[in-house]
């Protein structure tokens, strides 16, 4: 028998290490208070690292959603915070 050959990549797979940061959505005391504004201040993670995700997350919601949607939404948009942080 014969090996099946899988086609090759175009190239090496890129890593979190070289990301483009130039996109990432930093945590800023502007967004911050936005953030306090749209989901309130119990929840919000203490690392920079996590309040930039929920920050990028809650920004994408409102693009979607719209911003009354969000804060109907805080405490279940919260609660899915809490799971995706657990896979962080």
């Known amino acids: 028998m014969t090996k099946k050959s899988r086609p090759e990549a175009s190239g090496p797979i890129p890593s979190l290490k070289d990301k483009d940061k130039s996109k990432e959505i930093l945590a800023t005391p502007a967004n911050l208070e936005e953030l306090k504004t749209l989901v309130g ?14 920050l990028k997350l809650t920004q994408e919601m409102v693009k979607k959603k719209g911003e009354d949607w969000v804060k109907k939404n805080r405490i279940a948009l919260l609660r899915q ?8």
């Open 41 to 54: 201040e119990e929840g919000l993670p203490k690392s920079q690292k996590e309040l930039n995700w929920l």
């Open 81 to 88: 915070w809490e799971y995706v942080r657990t896979l962080l």
